[in-house]
């Protein structure tokens, strides 16, 4: 199922222009945009984001893309992209940045391998101009600042194409050779610098789930149970995708069969603790207002919002929509 044309703004995308002395009413003004736009429920098109960012290259100049993405600290990101964060390689980063993009926005992420190399290019489902040059600018900036603050490394590319005109500020930052006026803009790597660990892998995670996840841990920490481990595993790994039984094994350090025989002596099957683990992890989600369906959805690893509609069904008996809405008005 396609992601609609609707497309939710974080707060962390207005806090970072009000810190570059932009105010949200001006550019939304300029973009013919009305003031709603900026409300924390408010879903764009398409054809509205990009207005607001031509809009937006005015009063944030030709770099304004370069000057957002250093002026947005990494703890205000919303859910769906810190995980990126806490990958364990710049190539699962970008993997799970695609699986996001699929599910909650109109916005495709390309990633192909071409011998030692990896190529990002983006497309968007319902664009009928270019995507702007600020929009771009963003996008690769922020992409790359996540391999950097990952890795803790100087990653550059290894070769960038933009569509836009040269800037000198983006060839020093990017610190790479740029082909300007290019038709398609991409985003070339190295597949060795994608490889490099990430020095913020899990430990930032648990920052982001402290909530679900601080008070298991203590638990396992204190309990020899398998289940209570593989529980916790489990949501650790499914912001990356499905789980499966050998990736949870190899986190434990025992083989396959092993966790297979320790969780039926405890009465459960791998399977049964993953749909239970969704389901706990789903209402604990859904009781948080600010969370979109589809966000839901990607941080319970799923591949697409039916999935997890039918998935939810199955469990309560009713949509995702209608738990939410009975719940929050008994709080």
Not at 310 to 316: C, L, P, Y
């Given at each position: 199922?396609?992601a609609?044309?609707?497309?939710?703004?974080p707060?962390?995308?207005?806090?970072?222009?009000?810190?570059?002395?932009?105010?949200?009413?001006?550019?939304?003004?300029?973009?013919?945009?009305?003031?709603?736009?900026?409300?924390?429920?408010?879903?764009?098109?398409?054809?509205?984001?990009?207005?607001?960012?031509?809009?937006?290259?005015?009063?944030?100049?030709?770099?304004?893309?370069?000057?957002?993405?250093?002026?947005?600290?990494?703890?205000?990101?919303?859910?769906?992209?810190?995980?990126?964060?806490?990958?364990?390689?710049?190539?699962?980063?970008?993997?799970?940045?695609?699986?996001?993009?699929?599910?909650?926005?109109?916005e495709?992420?390309?990633?192909?391998?071409?011998?030692?190399?990896?190529?990002?290019?983006?497309?968007?489902?319902?664009?009928?101009?270019?995507?702007?040059?600020?929009?771009?600018?963003?996008?690769?900036?922020?992409?790359?600042?996540?391999?950097?603050?990952?890795?803790?490394?100087?990653?550059?590319?290894?070769?960038?194409?933009?569509?836009?005109n040269?800037?000198?500020?983006?060839?020093?930052?990017?610190?790479?050779?740029?082909?300007?006026?290019?038709?398609?803009?991409?985003?070339?790597?190295?597949r060795?610098?994608?490889?490099?660990?990430?020095?913020?892998?899990?430990?930032?995670?648990?920052?982001?789930?402290?909530?679900?996840?601080?008070?298991?841990?203590?638990?396992?920490?204190?309990?020899?149970?398998?289940t209570?481990?593989?529980?916790?595993?489990?949501?650790?790994?499914?912001?990356?995708?499905?789980?499966?039984?050998?990736?949870?094994?190899?986190?434990?350090?025992?083989?396959?069969?092993?966790?297979?025989?320790?969780?039926?002596?405890?009465?459960?099957?791998?399977?049964?603790?993953?749909?239970?683990?969704?389901?706990?992890?789903?209402?604990?989600?859904?009781?948080e207002?600010?969370?979109?369906?589809?966000?839901?959805?990607?941080?319970?690893?799923?591949?697409?919002?039916?999935?997890?509609?039918?998935?939810?069904?199955?469990?309560?008996?009713?949509?995702p929509?209608?738990?939410?809405?009975?719940?929050?008005?008994?709080?």
């Amino acid at each position: 199922m396609p992601a609609p044309d609707r497309i939710k703004t974080p707060e962390s995308f207005w806090t970072s222009l009000n810190t570059l002395g932009i105010r949200r009413s001006a550019v939304l003004a300029q973009a013919g945009l009305p003031a709603s736009a900026a409300d924390p429920d408010a879903r764009m098109t398409t054809q509205d984001l990009f207005s607001m960012w031509r809009a937006l290259e005015h009063p944030g100049g030709a770099d304004f893309g370069l000057a957002l993405t250093t002026s947005t600290h990494g703890s205000t990101l919303p859910p769906s992209f810190l995980v990126a964060f806490h990958a364990k390689t710049g190539v699962e980063a970008l993997e799970r940045l695609a699986r996001f993009k699929a599910l909650c926005a109109p916005e495709h992420f390309d990633i192909t391998q071409q011998n030692s190399d990896c190529i990002v290019t983006t497309r968007w489902r319902y664009a009928t101009h270019p995507e702007p040059d600020a929009l771009i600018d963003a996008t690769f900036t922020f992409i790359v600042n996540m391999l950097r603050a990952g890795t803790g490394q100087p990653i550059a590319p290894k070769h960038i194409d933009l569509r836009r005109n040269p800037s000198p500020a983006l060839e020093k930052w990017f610190d790479c050779p740029i082909s300007w006026n290019a038709k398609t803009p991409r985003l070339i790597f190295r597949r060795s610098d994608l490889e490099i660990p990430f020095a913020t892998y899990n430990r930032e995670l648990l920052q982001m789930l402290d909530q679900i996840l601080e008070p298991d841990l203590a638990l396992v920490e204190n309990s020899g149970s398998t289940t209570l481990q593989v529980r916790w595993h489990l949501k650790r790994a499914l912001t990356a995708g499905r789980p499966e039984l050998r990736s949870i094994a190899r986190d434990m350090a025992i083989s396959e069969r092993s966790l297979q025989r320790r969780l039926r002596e405890e009465g459960y099957s791998f399977q049964s603790l993953l749909s239970d683990t969704r389901h706990q992890l789903a209402c604990e989600y859904l009781s948080e207002a600010s969370f979109d369906i589809s966000e839901i959805a990607y941080l319970l690893g799923y591949e697409d919002q039916g999935s997890f509609y039918r998935a939810f069904q199955k469990w309560e008996e009713l949509t995702p929509a209608a738990w939410r809405e009975a719940h929050l008005k008994t709080q």
